[in-house]
C-alpha cells in the first residue's frame, strides 16, 4: 500500500509543475492589461503606468517572474489580488466552503439517486423503468448547465416561487461560521427557520450540478452490474438458492462499484467545472464568481492562483479515489 | 409543566424581538462585491457605497448636492490662507471610533489619526505604504496630491494645517472624496505591532454612522448602527447589503420585498418595478457625460467644420429614447447642468443632416469612411456602446458619411483609445468624482491629458489657460466665470459630441422613507428608516 501511495504521490510533482507553468501562462495569453484595467476611464500617464507595472513587478522577465512565484508558492504565497488587495489565499478560503457544501450535496445526489436508478435498471433490463432511466440520464448528460439552471430558475422560482432565486440562505438570517457549510451551521444557530431556508437555497443549485454526476453514475452502474450480473459466481450464488437481494446487494454490487467509484472520483473533479457556471446561474456565493471575475480583470494573481488551487484539489480527489480503488479491489494495490 | 410555559413565552418573546429587529434592518440590493474595505487604494463605486457606513471625511457635501457644507464632516470649521497655500481644519471633539470585537480605541479622534490618513498614501517610507503587495493609492495619485500637498502640519490636538505648493480650489471638494476618509492610527498601530496590517483592509474601523459586522463575499455585508456616533444616530438598527450582481434578479428581489432598495435597475425592468404599487422610483440627475470624441490630431477631424458637421448630424433624441429608455437628457456642454459654471447660454447643436451634409462638402470633405468605437461594456453614462454606435452609423449614412464600428476588450479599448494616432472617433464617458468643472474639463480636456484621458487629444491652448487658471482661482464667482468661457470655446471647436447626461433611478419599497440620492452615484443609508 505504501509503495502504491509513494508511486501515487511522485506522479503529482511533475504534474503540480506542469500545473503552475499552464496556470502562470494562461492568464498573460490573454489580451487585455490588469494596470490599464485598473484605471479605468481616466488613464494612466506613462510614467505612473511604468511605477504601477513595476510595482506589480511585470517588468521583470517572465523566467524570473516564473520562478519568483513558485518559490512563493512553495513557501505558500499564493500571491496577492490586484483587485481586493487581499492574500490570494484569503480570498479563496472565505469563498471555497460554498462550492465545497454546493459540491458534497450535488455528488451525493448524484449518488444518492444514480446508484439504486443504475441497479435497477441493470437488474430490470430492458423494461420500461430501464428504458426511461437511461433515456433521462442520456438527456440529463446532454443537458447544458447553464441553460438547465437558467430553466429551473425561471420555473420554479419565477413562475411557481416555490425556490428562492438566489443566494445561500435569506439575508436576514445572521450567525457566525463555524463550519462553512450554511446547512450545519443554521443548525447550530437554533434560528427558527434557518435551516429550512438554507436547504430551500440548496435544491435548485443542487440538481443543476448533480444532474450530470447523476446521468454518468447512473449509466455506469448499470453497465456494471450488467457486467457482473453474467459472471459465474453470481449464476452460482442464484444456484445455491441464496435470496435475490443478497446476490445483487452483496455479491454483484461489490464488484460493480468498482468502476462505479472511479467514475465519482472523475465526476468530483469535474464537479468544479460545473460549479463556475452553476455558481453564476444562482449567484452561488462560491469560487465560481471570483475566478471569472479575477479573469475578466486579468488579476493575474488570482487566475494563477485558483487554478493551481483547484488543480491541486482535484488531483487529491483522484489520489483519494485511487487509495479506494486499491482497497476495494486488492489486486490492484499489490500491483501498484 | 411550568418549565414549558417558561419556555415557550421565551420563544414567543424572542420571536416578537427578532421581529422588530427585522423592522429596524434595511436591506439594500447592491451589484456587486467591494473590492476591500480601505477606501485609500480602491476606485470604484461599489467600493465606496460599503466604505461610507464606516468612515467619516473631513469635509462632506451637502446630502443631494455637490456644494461643501460646512460642519457636515470631521472638521467642524476650517480657514483658507490668503495665498491659497494653506488649509487649516478644526476638528469635532470627541469624536469616537467604533469599539468592535476585534478593536477597543482608548482615544477619540485626533490630528495624529487625520495626518495618518494622508501620509500612509502619499510617504513612501511608511510601512502602510505598501502594507500589502501591489497596493496603489490611484485616487491621490488621480487627484494629484503627491504633488500638491507640501506637508500636513498638527497644530494642535484637534487642529490640522494642510500646505500646499500651488492654490488649488478644488482642494476642499478633494477632501470630501472617499480616499480622504478618517482612518484610526491606533487599530492601525496595532495590526502593524501584531503583523496583521492586511486586516486593515478586512474588518474596517472608522467613525462612521454604522460599524462594521461581517462580509461575506458576493453575499452579504452587515453593519450595525453605531451608538456612539457623533452626529444624528443612523435610522435603522442594521443595515444589509444583498449583493446581487444580476439586475434582473435585483429587480425581483425587490418586488418579492426580499430588499427595500435596489441599485441600478436594468432600463428594461423599469416600466415593471414603475407598475408595481409597493415601489416607488426615486430619480437624480447624474454626474456624468457620454460623448463621442473625435481624434482632433487627426484629418479630417482636426478641422472644427467638419467635427461640428458630424455633430449636426447625430439624432440625439433617437439615442436617448432607444439607448436611455427616456432616463437621460441630451448632453450641450461637457460638464453636467447640475454643476455650477453650466453655462446655459450655450444651445445644442440641432439635429439638421441637410445642413450637415452641406457643411461638410464646404469643408471639402467628401466620401468620408470613418472608424466609430463602441466600448465593450455598459456603464452608467452609456448603458449600451453598441446600440449607440449604430445609431450614429445610421445618422452619419444619411450625410453621406460611412462609418465602421469597431470595438476591442475593455482594457484594450481605454489604452488604444488613449493613443494620440488613434483612428476616427470614440465613444466614452465619464463620472464626477468631486463635483468640481475641473474635475471634467482638466481631466477630460486639458492639454496635460492628451495622450490620456483626453480622448479627442485635443489640445486649445486659450481653454487649457481658462481652466488652469480657474484652478487656483478661490472664489467660485470668479471660477465660474471662466469655466462658462471654456465652455464657450468647446461649443465652437467641438472636439466632442456631447451625446448624453444618464439620469439614475433608485427603486425604493414604499416603507422606505428618508433616502437622500446622492449626485456622486454614492449610495448612503445614515438617514433611512424603514417603516
Known amino acids: ?336 | 409543566m411550568r418549565k414549558t410555559v417558561v419556555l415557550l413565552a421565551a420563544t414567543a418573546f424572542a420571536t416578537l424581538i427578532s421581529g422588530g429587529a427585522f423592522a429596524q434592518t434595511l436591506v439594500y440590493c447592491s451589484e456587486g462585491s467591494p473590492e476591500g474595505f480601505d477606501p485609500g487604494p480602491f476606485t470604484a463605486g461599489t467600493t465606496f457605497d460599503a466604505t461610507r457606513p464606516v468612515y467619516d471625511r473631513l469635509v462632506v457635501f451637502e446630502p443631494g448636492t455637490t456644494d461643501v457644507g460646512e460642519g457636515l464632516g470631521l472638521a467642524e470649521s476650517w480657514e483658507i490662507s490668503e495665498d491659497g497655500l494653506t488649509y487649516t481644519f478644526h476638528l469635532k471633539p470627541g469624536v469616537e471610533f467604533h469599539s468592535t470585537n476585534y478593536f477597543t480605541p482608548t482615544r477619540t479622534l485626533n490630528a495624529d489619526d487625520v495626518i495618518f490618513s494622508f501620509m500612509r498614501q502619499s510617504d513612501q517610507s511608511s510601512p502602510w505604504y505598501q502594507y500589502t503587495s501591489g497596493i496603489s493609492w490611484e485616487y491621490y495619485n488621480a487627484m494629484s496630491m503627491p504633488d500638491l500637498v507640501e506637508s500636513i502640519e498638527k497644530v494642535d490636538d484637534l487642529t490640522v494645517a494642510f500646505h500646499l505648493t500651488r492654490p488649488e480650489a478644488p482642494f476642499l471638494a478633494n477632501m470630501g472624496m472617499d480616499f480622504a476618509s478618517i482612518v484610526s492610527k491606533e487599530y492601525a498601530d496595532q495590526l502593524e505591532a501584531a503583523g496583521n496590517m492586511v486586516q486593515f483592509n478586512q474588518l474596517p474601523i472608522g467613525t462612521g454612522p454604522f460599524q462594521f459586522v461581517a462580509y461575506q463575499p458576493d453575499a452579504t455585508i452587515r453593519y450595525g448602527r453605531f451608538d456612539g456616533y457623533w452626529g444624528t444616530p443612523a435610522g435603522v438598527q442594521s443595515l444589509i447589503f444583498s449583493i446581487t450582481v444580476d439586475a434582473s434578479v435585483r429587480a425581483q428581489k425587490l418586488i418579492a420585498g426580499e430588499c427595500d432598495i435596489m441599485a441600478y435597475p436594468n432600463p428594461a425592468d423599469i416600466a415593471m418595478l414603475e407598475a408595481n404599487a409597493n415601489i416607488l422610483l426615486e430619480t437624480q440627475e447624474g454626474l456624468n457625460v457620454g460623448f463621442l470624441a473625435y481624434n482632433t490630431q487627426q484629418a479630417p477631424f482636426d478641422n472644427a467644420q467638419v467635427r461640428t458637421a458630424l455633430n449636426l448630424a447625430i439624432n440625439k433624441e433617437a439615442i436617448l429614447e432607444a439607448v436611455y429608455q427616456g432616463f437621460g437628457q441630451a448632453a450641450v456642454n461637457p460638464i453636467p447642468p447640475t454643476m455650477w459654471s453650466y453655462n446655459t447660454a450655450i444651445t445644442d447643436w440641432e439635429y439638421n443632416p441637410t445642413e450637415a451634409r452641406a457643411m461638410l462638402e464646404a469643408a471639402g470633405v467628401t466620401n468620408l469612411t470613418m472608424n466609430v468605437w463602441a466600448m465593450p461594456v455598459s456603464r452608467p453614462y452609456n448603458p449600451n456602446a453598441r446600440r449607440m454606435a449604430e445609431l450614429i452609423q445610421a445618422d452619419f449614412a444619411a450625410i453621406g458619411v460611412t462609418v465602421n464600428i469597431v470595438s476591442y476588450e475593455w482594457g484594450e479599448y481605454l489604452a488604444r483609445s488613449q493613443e494620440v494616432d488613434r483612428d476616427g472617433a470614440v465613444l466614452l464617458g465619464w463620472n464626477g468624482d468631486n463635483g468640481d468643472p475641473d474635475n471634467f474639463l482638466a481631466v477630460l480636456l486639458g492639454c496635460d491629458a492628451v495622450g490620456g484621458a483626453n480622448r479627442a487629444q485635443w489640445c486649445n491652448e486659450e481653454f487649457d489657460a481658462l481652466v488652469q487658471q480657474a484652478k487656483v482661482v478661490s472664489n467660485q464667482d470668479e471660477r465660474a466665470a471662466l469655466y462658462m468661457q471654456a465652455q464657450e470655446i468647446f461649443h465652437a471647436e467641438a472636439p466632442w459630441a456631447p451625446i448624453a447626461h444618464s439620469l439614475a433611478v433608485m427603486p425604493v419599497r414604499s416603507n422606505v422613507q428618508g433616502y437622500v440620492m446622492n449626485p456622486f452615484a454614492i449610495h448612503e443609508f445614515a438617514t433611512v428608516t424603514v417603516e
Open chain 1, 1 to 336: 500500500m505504501l509503495r502504491f501511495l509513494v508511486s501515487r504521490l511522485a506522479l503529482i510533482v511533475p504534474t503540480f509543475f506542469g500545473i503552475t507553468v499552464v496556470a502562470f501562462l494562461f492568464p498573460r495569453l490573454l489580451r487585455g492589461d490588469p494596470v490599464l484595467l485598473l484605471a479605468g476611464e481616466r488613464g494612466v500617464t506613462p510614467e505612473r503606468y511604468e511605477q504601477l507595472v513595476h510595482q506589480f513587478g511585470f517588468d521583470r522577465p517572465l523566467v524570473i517572474q516564473y520562478l519568483d512565484y513558485v518559490w512563493g508558492l512553495l513557501g505558500g504565497d499564493f500571491g496577492t489580488s490586484i483587485a481586493t488587495k487581499n492574500p490570494v489565499l484569503y480570498d479563496f478560503f472565505s469563498l471555497f466552503p460554498a462550492t465545497l457544501e454546493l459540491s458534497f450535496f450535488a455528488i451525493a445526489f448524484a449518488i444518492i439517486i444514480g446508484i439504486p436508478a443504475g441497479i435497477i435498471a441493470a437488474v430490470r433490463r430492458g423494461s420500461l423503468f430501464d428504458q426511461a432511466a437511461m433515456g433521462v440520464a442520456l438527456v440529463g448528460y446532454s443537458m447544458p448547465i447553464f441553460w438547465w439552471g437558467l430553466l429551473l430558475v425561471v420555473v420554479f422560482s419565477g413562475m411557481l416561487g416555490w425556490t428562492p432565486i438566489d443566494g445561500r440562505i435569506n439575508v436576514r438570517y445572521f450567525f457566525d461560521s463555524v463550519t462553512g457549510f450554511m446547512t450545519i451551521d443554521a443548525l447550530i444557530s437554533g434560528q427558527r427557520g434557518a435551516f429550512s431556508d438554507a436547504v430551500r437555497h440548496l435544491i435548485l443549485p443542487t440538481i443543476v450540478l448533480g444532474t450530470i454526476p447523476l446521468a454518468v453514475i447512473a449509466r455506469q452502474t448499470r453497465s456494471a452490474m450488467l457486467e457482473v450480473l453474467g459472471e459465474d459466481y453470481v449464476r452460482t450464488a442464484r444456484a445455491k438458492g441464496l435470496p435475490p437481494r443478497r446476490v445483487i446487494g452483496i455479491h454483484a454490487l461489490r464488484n460493480a462499484l468498482i468502476p462505479v467509484v472511479t467514475t465519482i472520483g472523475l465526476q468530483t473533479g469535474l464537479l468544479m467545472g460545473g460549479a463556475i457556471l452553476t455558481e453564476h446561474v444562482f449567484s452561488w456565493p462560491g469560487i465560481g464568481k471570483w475566478l471569472l471575475d479575477s479573469i475578466s480583470s486579468r488579476d493575474y494573481p488570482v487566475v494563477q492562483g485558483s487554478l493551481i488551487i483547484i488543480a491541486l484539489i482535484v488531483m487529491l480527489v483522484n489520489l483519494l479515489v485511487d487509495v479506494l480503488y486499491g482497497l476495494i479491489n486488492p489486486g490492484i494495490r499489490h500491483r501498484g
